[in-house]
């Protein structure tokens, strides 16, 4: 199964893809994970891209499409999360899955309205640890304000605060959506309601994607 997931900023994409990567058995590759983990990290990525990320702007393109290339090189099945993002990424995808010979199953679009997600993000709150990620009114933690599973305590992300998501989800309308557009001309959109509780988004998700469930899953 390959499955592409799209929605605006704090629509749930995470949350809802390292789920169904664990019940369909396949891999969840995050760009905005694997960004944090090189910034966090002060690789060579990371001193590249910090300032931009701050900015809530995009990361340029050439960049993302070799970290993407390389991760597809590795793996089969996955669910690709926060990539693509602009139609020149969505053109290197498809010329890189022509050369691998490999298909897309389906681009999910999370549906998530403007001021829903605005109170989602500034809710939002991150484990700087372990990337577990929790809000303070629909998902807290156990105790306090500390993770889980490690125990450190949770912060906010230097990308969640309201001046930056207004220009992240700026640049979402701007330039993911016209990407959605392209996926809705080839069939592959399927969209799911996100403004339900996470077991009912997770649920409408299981039963959509179950045809797929077989799909090259070696
Ligand atoms: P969110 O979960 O809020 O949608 P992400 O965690 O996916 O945000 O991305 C965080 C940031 O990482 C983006 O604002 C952008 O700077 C960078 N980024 C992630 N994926 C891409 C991409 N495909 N192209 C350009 N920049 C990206
Ligand atoms: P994205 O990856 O699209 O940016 P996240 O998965 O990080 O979004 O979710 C954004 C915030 O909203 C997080 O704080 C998360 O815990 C919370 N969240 C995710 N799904 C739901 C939901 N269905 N209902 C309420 N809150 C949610
Ligand atoms: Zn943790």
Do not use: W
Not at 116 to 129: A, D, F, Y
Request: charged share 35%; with cysteine; hydrophobic share 35%.
């Amino acid at each position: 199964m390959r499955l592409l997931f799209f929605g605006p900023p704090g629509a749930g994409k995470g949350t809802q893809a390292k789920i169904v990567a664990k019940e369909f058995n396949v891999e969840h590759i995050s760009t905005g994970d694997i960004l944090r983990e090189a910034v966090n990290k002060g690789t060579d990525l990371g001193e590249k891209v910090k300032s931009i990320m701050e900015r809530g702007e995009l990361v340029p393109d050439e960049i993302m499409n070799e970290l993407v290339k390389q991760k597809l090189e590795e793996v089969n099945s996955f669910i690709l999360d926060g990539y693509p993002r602009t139609l020149e990424q969505a053109k290197f995808l498809d010329a890189v899955l022509k050369q691998i010979k490999k298909e897309i199953d389906a681009a999910v679009l999370i549906d998530v309205p403007e001021d829903e997600i605005v109170k989602r993000i500034s809710n939002r709150r991150v484990c700087p640890n372990c990337g577990k990620v929790y809000n303070l009114i629909t998902l807290k933690p156990k105790n306090d304000e500390k993770c889980d599973n490690c125990g450190t305590k949770i912060v906010q992300r230097d990308d969640d605060k309201e001046n930056v998501v207004r220009e992240r989800y700026r640049i979402y309308r701007k330039n993911t959506e016209p990407v959605i557009e392209y996926y809705r001309k080839n069939n592959k959109i399927v969209t799911v309601n996100g403004v339900q509780d996470v077991e009912e988004v997770t649920k409408e998700l299981f039963n959509m994607l179950r045809r797929f469930r077989n799909n090259d899953n070696n």
